[in-house]
C-alpha cells in the first residue's frame, strides 16, 4: 500500500541547525539588500481624527493574510495591520481544524516566498534537516508546514495584531474605512485607508449545513471547520457526510482515535477522481486566468464543480485500511432525529444509528451571515447580478460568488449607493470566480498577492496624487551645482576648427 512519506516525527534536526537556520536568515537579509527590498515607504503619512490611521488593514493571519503583508512592505507600503483573533502560531486551519497528516500541495511549490528564494519553505527545511530529508520528504507535514509561517512572519517583521475580533467594516464615501474592533483592551475603532478580507474560506459566509441535521443539537454533530475532539468519539459510532479531502481527513482522524465505526455517507454514486484544475495548473492559468470572458470562467468552474475534487490517494487510503470504515454511495441524508440517546438517520439505502455526525459538506457564500459585514453585504456585487448562463449552466454556488475588480476589490451591486466599498478588498477564496484559483491554497498564493499589491498600490497613489505633486513642485534639490561645465563665450559659426 502507498505511504504518504515520513511524517514529523520522523524528521530530526541537524546537529548545527540553530547555526544553519542563522545563517539562512542571513542570507535573506542579503537577498533583500540586493534586490533594494523593502522599497522606501512613499505613502504619505497621515492621520485622522488625532489618531492612528492605517494605509492597510488585513483581517486574517493566515498565508494569505502574510503574504498581502509581505507583497506590501516589500513594495513600500508600510502603515499595515494584519488583524487575527487567533493566538499567535495558531493562525489558519493547520493547527487547528485542519486534520490531514500533510499537506496536499506538492513540497516544491514556492507559495509565499513572493520570489525570493531563501523565503521557500525549502530553503528553511534544508537549512534544519538537510538535503537528503528534503529529498525524503513526499509531502510536507501539516504542523511543520505552521513552523514555517511562524518563521516566515517572524524574519520579514509582519504586524500581526492577535487577539483582535473585527466586529464591523464600515465604509465612507469622504472618510476612511471604520473597524470596529474588541481585543483584551476592551472596545473600539481603527481606521483604515483600505481593508484587505484575508479571512480564508468561509470568510464571505459559513459553513454549508445540511437542513436534515439544522434541528439537532450540537451535542450530536460537527462541521469539519469546528474544533472536534476526536478523543470523545473513542467506542462511538460516526456517520461522516462527504466523499472529498475534508471527508477523509475528519473519517480517519476519528477512526485513529478509536471511534467503533465510520460510515461515510457519499450522496454521489461514485467517488470523484480526477482534479479538472490540477490537470490544467500553470503559471499561464495563474497570470492568464482574468483575462477570460466571464462565459469561459463560469463554464470551466461549473464544470469543475460537476466533477469535484477527489480527495488524494493517500488520504482515502488512510481511511480504507480500517475494516471498521464504510463507504456509503449513493446515500444522501433525507431525514435526521434524535432517538434514545443517539440519532437516527434516514437515508435511501437504510437507516444508519449513529452517535455523531461530521459534515463534511463545504462552505457557502453567504455575506448576510456574517455580523461584521453587515454594513456592506447588501451592496456587494454578486455574479448573479451581472451573468445569467446558458441554460444547463446554471450553479446557485457560484452565483453567489463576488464579481470582483481587477484587483480582487469588492464592487457595489447599484453604483453610488455604498461609496467606497471598493476600497475593500476581498483576498480569500471567494474571488476564484473572478480571479481563479489564486486565493485558494499556496501554489500561486505570490500571484495573488503581487495582483493585489499593484493594485492597492495604484489606488492609493493615485488618491494621494495632490500631495504627489505638490512634492514634485516643491522638490529643488539640485543634480548639478553650476560647477561642472564652463559655457562658450566666443563665436559660434559653421567653421568650428576655433572651437577645437
Request: contains cysteine; proline residues 8%; glycine residues 8%.
Amino acid at each position: 500500500m502507498p505511504q504518504a512519506g515520513p511524517s514529523l516525527q520522523d524528521f530530526r534536526p541537524l546537529p548545527d541547525a540553530e547555526v544553519r537556520l542563522r545563517a539562512l536568515e542571513a542570507r535573506l537579509a542579503e537577498d533583500l539588500a540586493f534586490l533594494n527590498l523593502p522599497a522606501k515607504a512613499w505613502v504619505p503619512e497621515m492621520a485622522f481624527a488625532g489618531a492612528e490611521l492605517l494605509d492597510v488593514a488585513i483581517i486574517g493571519a493566515g498565508l494569505n493574510g502574510l503574504c498581502a503583508a509581505a507583497a506590501l512592505r516589500l513594495a513600500g507600503v508600510t502603515r499595515i495591520a494584519v488583524l487575527d483573533r487567533a493566538p499567535a502560531g495558531q493562525e489558519g486551519p493547520w493547527v487547528t481544524t485542519a486534520r490531514m497528516n500533510t499537506l496536499r500541495t506538492a513540497k516544491e511549490a514556492a507559495g509565499p516566498a513572493l520570489g525570493v528564494p531563501s523565503l521557500t519553505f525549502r530553503a528553511w527545511f534544508e537549512a534544519q534537516y538537510g538535503r537528503e530529508a528534503w529529498q525524503a520528504m513526499i509531502r510536507i507535514p501539516r504542523a511543520m508546514w505552521m513552523d514555517h509561517m511562524v518563521w516566515y512572519r517572524r524574519v520579514l517583521q509582519l504586524p500581526v495584531r492577535n487577539g483582535v475580533e473585527v466586529l464591523a467594516i464600515r465604509p465612507d464615501a469622504s472618510a476612511p474605512i471604520a473597524l470596529d474592533i474588541r481585543d483584551a483592551a476592551g472596545t473600539r475603532t481603527l481606521h483604515a485607508r483600505r481593508v484587505v478580507l484575508a479571512t480564508g474560506i468561509d470568510g464571505l459566509g459559513g459553513p454549508a449545513v445540511l437542513p436534515a441535521v439544522t434541528k439537532l443539537r450540537r451535542k450530536f454533530w460537527a462541521h469539519s471547520s469546528d474544533p472536534i475532539d476526536m478523543a470523545a468519539l473513542v467506542g462511538k459510532r460516526v456517520g461522516v457526510v462527504g466523499a472529498g479531502a475534508s471527508a477523509m481527513d475528519n473519517a480517519a482522524s476519528a477512526l485513529e482515535a478509536g471511534a467503533a465505526s465510520v460510515d461515510l455517507i457519499i450522496r454521489r454514486a461514485e467517488m470523484p477522481r480526477v482534479d479538472k484544475f490540477t490537470g490544467i495548473g500553470s503559471r499561464g492559468m495563474a497570470l492568464g486566468y482574468p483575462g477570460l470572458p466571464r462565459e469561459a470562467k463560469w463554464a470551466m468552474f461549473h464544470a469543475g464543480n460537476q466533477a469535484q475534487l477527489p480527495a488524494p490517494r493517500s488520504s482515502v487510503l488512510r481511511v480504507s485500511r480500517h475494516p471498521n470504515a464504510r463507504f456509503l454511495f449513493g446515500c444522501p441524508i433525507l431525514a435526521a432525529e434524535e432517538q434514545g440517546g443517539a440519532l437516527r438517520v434516514v437515508t435511501p439505502r437504510g437507516v444508519l444509528r449513529l452517535d455523531f455526525l461530521i459534515l463534511a459538506t463545504g462552505f457557502e457564500i453567504a455575506p448576510e451571515k456574517r455580523p461584521e459585514l453587515a454594513a456592506i453585504a447588501p451592496h456587494i456585487r454578486r455574479w448573479s447580478d451581472v451573468y445569467a448562463p446558458p441554460h444547463g449552466l446554471e450553479d446557485a454556488g457560484l452565483a453567489a460568488h463576488p464579481d470582483l475588480g481587477p484587483g480582487f476589490e469588492l464592487q457595489e451591486r447599484v453604483p453610488g449607493v455604498c461609496p467606497g466599498l471598493d476600497r475593500i478588498f476581498c483576498f480569500a477564496f471567494p474571488a476564484v470566480l473572478s480571479h481563479g484559483k489564486v486565493t485558494s491554497g499556496i501554489p500561486s498564493v505570490t500571484d495573488a498577492a503581487r495582483r493585489l499589491t499593484e493594485a492597492i498600490a495604484r489606488s492609493l497613489f493615485v488618491e494621494d496624487r495632490s500631495k504627489v505633486l505638490a512634492a514634485f513642485d516643491a522638490y529643488d534639490t539640485p543634480e548639478l551645482l553650476g560647477d561642472e561645465w564652463q559655457p562658450w563665450e566666443g563665436p559660434v559659426g559653421e567653421d568650428n576648427d576655433a572651437a577645437a
